[in-house]
């Protein structure tokens, strides 16, 4: 009974291929970090980097984009001044490193599910 049942409620886990859906979302997310990193060469190589040079957009090349106003909302981009942006590297710094805590957290969770899935087959043989 025990084995049926182990059977009929396998995960399958050592079977896993990647879907489309991931390979889509893991582009996605390598080309919105993209975007975001030339945001941040555009404001650095028109040395809007402190309150004291900050910039209009226009003047540092670039529009208002989805890469844009994802750092405004982060407050990686501040605004200075009515339409004058600078960005701000330290939060940029602290944005990246929370991104690669929540990377390693998401990666040690699934290696930690993995295991535990692979011992319950072991256990239950």
């Not at 059977?7 to 291929?17: A, K, T």
Request: aromatic fraction near 4%.
């Amino acid at each position: 009974m025990r084995g049926a049942l182990a059977e009929r409620c396998s995960l399958r886990i050592l079977d896993v291929q990647p879907t489309e859906m991931n390979v889509g979302a893991t582009a996605a997310i390598a080309v919105m970090r993209r975007k975001e990193r030339e945001v941040r060469d555009a404001f650095h190589s028109a040395g809007a980097i402190n309150p004291a040079a900050s910039m209009s957009l226009e003047s540092i090349g670039i529009e208002e984009t989805r890469a844009v106003r994802r750092l405004k909302a982060r407050s990686v981009i501040r605004e200075a001044g009515p339409g004058l942006f600078y960005f701000d590297e330290d939060v940029w710094e602290a944005m990246r490193s929370q991104r690669r805590r929540m990377g390693l957290l998401l990666a040690g969770t699934l290696v930690l599910v993995l295991l535990l899935v692979l011992y319950g087959k072991m256990s239950l043989q």
